[in-house]
């Protein structure tokens, strides 16, 4: 299965909570943090509320 690596670009501040919530729950704490991930719809889900914060490309 195909993972994802996730690195966040932009701060979370003046962002929605829902937003935040996202980012913890997919590992992001601050800017330049990176997470890894299974590329399944849960997880392509959560990516799609944060695109804005995010950069997602595909690790073998």
């Known amino acids: ?5 996730v690195t966040q670009t932009r701060s979370e501040i003046g962002c929605k ?5 996202t ?3 997919i590992g992001l704490k601050r800017i ?3 997470a890894v991930k299974e590329d399944r719809p849960e ?5 799609n509320t944060v695109t804005h914060l995010i950069r997602v490309e595909e690790v073998d």
Not at 1 to 5: F, H, S
Not at 17 to 21: A, E, Y
């Open 1 to 5: 299965m195909a993972r994802l690596k």
């Open 43 to 47: 997880i392509r889900g959560m990516l």
């Open 23 to 25: 980012l913890r729950t």
């Open 17 to 21: 909570q829902n937003q935040r919530d």
């Open 32 to 34: 330049g943090d990176v």
